[in-house]
């Protein structure tokens, strides 16, 4: 009987664990969502989808967004304003992007844009946030589809 109920209780955590993980995949939350570069607090006012909805009709010189979804993605549809590095062609894009940028990253849920930031940083650059997924956007969004 307590070897049922041992059993029985195992069972109850494992599906508890996994449902955790299945509403975080399905909300489309990175939980690296916010997470700053060293000089990149500032960026924090952009994290809820409204206010980068409010950055991207009018637009800063000094902060770009990246989307690192692949061309295909970003033709497809991306946020308006976004400049697409895909996530395996920017490491030998470096010299496109200025350090002295604020960056804002995004994906698809979050997972690509942390590695990207990861990156980045090992690469010298301190000005960026990680913004998560375009799953988040609730605004527009532009396409380049080339007919």
Known sequence: MRARIKDLSKIVMITLVLSGLLIQNTAGQSVYVGKVGPQGKGLRKYIEPSALKKLTENPVDSIWILDVRSEAAYQKEHIPTAKSFPKPTVMSRLNEIPKDKYLIIYC?????????????????????????????????KETDIRK
């Open 108 to 140: 698809t849920v979050g997972a690509n844009a942390r590695i990207v930031s990861k990156k980045l940083r090992k690469a010298g650059y301190k000005r960026y946030m990680d913004w998560g997924g375009l799953s988040r956007w609730e605004g527009e």
